[in-house]
Structures are given as structure tokens and as C-alpha cells.
């Protein structure tokens, strides 16, 4: 699915991370709701419209991530309905929501260079990948983060 390129791309499309200008240019209506406490964010499509809502409780430094992993499911899964799957299907979600996931890393990522010397659970803070995202990171020379780590 190419989901690093895919990321990668649409950020030398943009040239930043703001997600008030990503969406105005990619027209997508961003919307803070008070939505329940689990969850974070949601994205529709309605009439060739697209939607991204997000949780106004959340803290204002988790808004960019959801913003990202939503938007990654506009993007990589066009004509997929979460809530049709869910309650029609046994289809399992979870790799939906993993490659979501690593969408929104990889374009956080896609700004900045790993500093030498610099730890990678410092750097994908510093893009602000949350920590339990830390996971859907992968060095471009490496397979996996433990490859990567540096203690």
C-alpha cells in the first residue's frame, strides 16, 4: 500500500503540519465536538464531502495526531465504511486502524531528520508521535525500531 510514500508525498504537497491549513487545502471540513471520552476522532464522507470531527476534549497536543490517523483513513481507505464493517461484516478493523496509524507518523515524521546521535523515542517526540504510536515508525535503513534504538 506504499502508506510511508502515500504520507511522505502529501506532505511535500503541503509543506506543513497545521492541520487548519491542511484542511482548508485539501478541503476537508474539521470539526471539534463533545464526543465521548473514548473517542478521539472520527472521519465521514457525505455527499463527495469530507469530513474530519474531532473530540474538543482532548488536549490541544493529542488534536494533530487524530487529526493525521483520520485523515490517513480518507485517504487510504476511500469507499470504506468503519461503522458498516463493524456491525455487517467480521471483517477485524484493527489493520485499518494500524495503517492509519502509521500514516499519521510517517507524515509527522516527514519534516524532520533524526539529529545525529539523537534517540528515537526524542525524535518522534520532538514530531510529536505519541508514545504508544512509536511502533508504526520505521527508519528508512532499518525494518524495525529496535533496530533503530540507541541506548
Known sequence: MQIKRRAQNLYRK???SDIFTIARELK?????????SEVKGLCERVLRRKYIILNQNLPEEEWRFVFFHELGHLILHKG???YFITRETHFVIDRLE????EFAVHFL???DQVCPGEVSVSYLN???VPEDMHRFFKHPKQQSLKDFWID
Open 98 to 101: 494500524a495503517q492509519a496509524s
Open 80 to 82: 470504506i465504511n468503519h
Open 126 to 128: 520532538r514530531c510529536g
Open 14 to 16: 503541503v509543506r506543513t
Open 28 to 36: 476537508i471540513d474539521l470539526v471539534f465536538r463533545d464526543l465521548p
Open 109 to 111: 515524521t516527514a519534516a
